[in-house]
């Protein structure tokens, strides 16, 4: 089985963040950062070279590969800022409807910026993700 590429590392996710070029979204980027570690209670990491996590779960997928992952994360890309949100999104729709203007896919919520979507909304959808993924934790 091939190894994940996106890994835990040391690199400063303050300088990671400071580094984007755009005002509203590198000030984004703090506030989604801030967030995410009130809920988390944990340190904000890099993922790779472009993904902010917090916290980590165990998981066995159904190939049987496991390995560890964070809880939740986002990165700034071109196109959006990308929220990992991975409890995904079914029983979240409620919340969704009094969210604002977004877009997903499985685990990823994306934003354009924050002002187009309720804080406090987007929030209860990081703890919603988090209690998941910590329930469906195999360590």
């Known amino acids: 089985m091939s190894e994940l590429k996106t890994k835990v590392n040391n690199a400063s996710v303050k300088d990671f963040l400071n580094s ?53 994360g986002f990165s700034p890309r071109k196109q959006n800022l990308t929220l990992y949100l991975m409890g995904g ?23 354009k910026k924050l002002d187009d979507v309720d804080k406090k909304v987007l929030k209860e959808l990081v703890i919603t993700s988090v209690k998941k993924m910590k329930s469906q934790d195999k360590k």
Not at 95 to 107: D, F, H, N, R
């Open 20 to 72: 984007i070029e755009n005002e509203q979204i590198r000030k984004d980027c703090f506030e989604i950062s801030r967030m995410m570690e009130s809920v988390t209670k944990a340190k904000p990491k890099m993922w790779g070279a472009s993904i902010v996590g917090f916290g980590s779960y165990h998981y066995i997928g159904k190939s049987g590969r496991e390995g560890d992952w964070m809880l939740t």
């Open 89 to 111: 999104f079914d029983s979240e729709k409620e919340l969704l409807e009094k969210l604002g203007k977004y877009k997903t896919s499985v685990g990823c919520l994306y934003i």
